[in-house]
C-alpha cells in the first residue's frame, strides 16, 4: 500500500511540473533521492518512461485539434500549410536533443543524472528566470510568441 502511495506523489509532482517551466524529470530525480520507490531498476526506468508518457498524452489530447495539420475541405483531406510548417519546425529542433541523447546516453546518464547537478541547474535557471522576468516587467515580448500561436485555435 505504501508504494502505492510513493507512485501517486510521484504521478503528482510530474503532473505539476509537466504544466510549470521547471523540469519534471529533474524533479523526479530529486524525489527519488527522498522517496524510493521499492521496484527494481529496469522497472523504475520503466516507470518513469510511463508516468511521463502519461503527461504528454494529456497535452496531445488537450491540443490535438488545434496542431493536426490535416482538414477536411470540399469533403477532400487537406493539409493546413500554417500547421504542417509548425510541425516542420518542431522536428526540426527536436533534432539536435535526439542526436545528442542517442550519441551521448551513456555519458548523460552517469554524470548528470544525480541530485547535485540536477539541482545546482535548478537553483541556476530558476535565478536566470527570476531576473529575466524583472527585467522585462512591463514588456510584452511575449506578444509576437501568442500572435504565432493564435493562429492555431
Known sequence: ?????????????EGITEWLPISSTGHMILLDEFIN??????????????????????VVVLYFKSIW??????NKVVFDKKKLNLWGKILVACLPAAIIGLLFDDFLDKHLYNSIVVSLALIIYGILFIVVEKKNIGKRNVKSVEKDFNYLH
Do not use: H, T
Open 37 to 58: 520507490l521499492n521496484v527494481s531498476k529496469d522497472f523504475y526506468k520503466l516507470f518513469e518512461v510511463v508516468i511521463q508518457l502519461g503527461a504528454i498524452m494529456a
Open 1 to 13: 500500500m505504501i508504494e502505492i502511495i510513493k507512485a501517486v506523489l510521484f504521478g503528482i509532482v
Open 69 to 74: 495539420p490535416l482538414k477536411k475541405k470540399n
